[in-house]
């Protein structure tokens, strides 16, 4: 895996590989290749809190067990600090992600853009090794949009972005609108809930029907 350890994500995106003849997929972590709310609830259980998914969020789904109220931000961001430090092995892998990428990766590029904090780095990269997932990945913070248009930049070919959140996938449609883009929430329990616009962004609900659809999009 290429490591861009040194650089910021726009610097990141000048120099992850990029193929100038060949389509390129950009493709996040959580939700699409990795279960990452499953794995922050196996994690938060372990320190005496409970997961119960009733909205589209993160910390107002997590209660200490037995009350009423979820918790309040400074806990939930001291739990997602912890969590990328010392729970990546609680994140499992989506079904068939990995084998979907490497097919795909034989006709395009393919660059992982995950939004995480930098401390978690070492452990995401070691993580996507684990699974099989050997891409170039790019640390981000904040809204995807420039750096998929910075990456989108280096090919003359078609390029897609896969992510679960509709702010990034709006992110994308400003800055980068020649960019196909689809979404994907691979915990069920989160989906009736998620924001969605299908009329902007395409939806798979897993890599069985995401395939097909990014074989279409980009290499039809």
Request: aromatic share 8%; glycine share 6%; charged share 25%.
């Amino acid at each position: 895996m290429t490591t861009l350890k040194t650089l910021t994500p726009a610097e990141a995106a000048l120099a992850v590989p990029v193929h100038p003849d060949r389509p390129l997929l950009i493709v996040d972590v959580d939700e699409v290749l990795a279960h990452f709310m499953r794995g922050f609830e196996t994690f938060v259980a372990r320190h005496g809190f409970e997961m119960r998914i009733d909205r589209f969020a993160l910390f107002q789904n997590i209660y200490r067990a037995g009350e009423n109220d979820s918790i309040d931000m400074a806990t939930g961001k001291q739990l997602f600090d912890d969590f990328f430090e010392h729970g990546a092995d609680d994140l499992q892998p989506v079904d068939g992600a990995a084998a979907a990428l490497a097919r795909l990766a034989g006709e395009m590029s393919v660059v992982i853009l995950t939004n995480a904090p930098d401390h978690g780095r070492s452990a995401r990269m070691g993580w996507l090794e684990t699974h099989g997932l050997h891409y170039p990945m790019i640390i981000n913070s904040g809204l995807k949009g420039p750096v998929v248009r910075d990456l989108a930049a280096r090919t003359g070919r078609a390029v897609g972005f896969i992510d679960d959140l509709l702010p990034n996938l709006e992110s994308v449609a400003e800055d980068a609108p020649d960019v196909v883009r689809f979404q994907m929430i691979a915990d069920d329990r989160l989906r009736p809930y998620a924001p969605t616009a299908p009329e902007r962004h395409l939806w798979a609900d897993d890599w069985a029907a995401m395939e097909p659809l990014i074989q279409r999009r980009l290499l039809g």
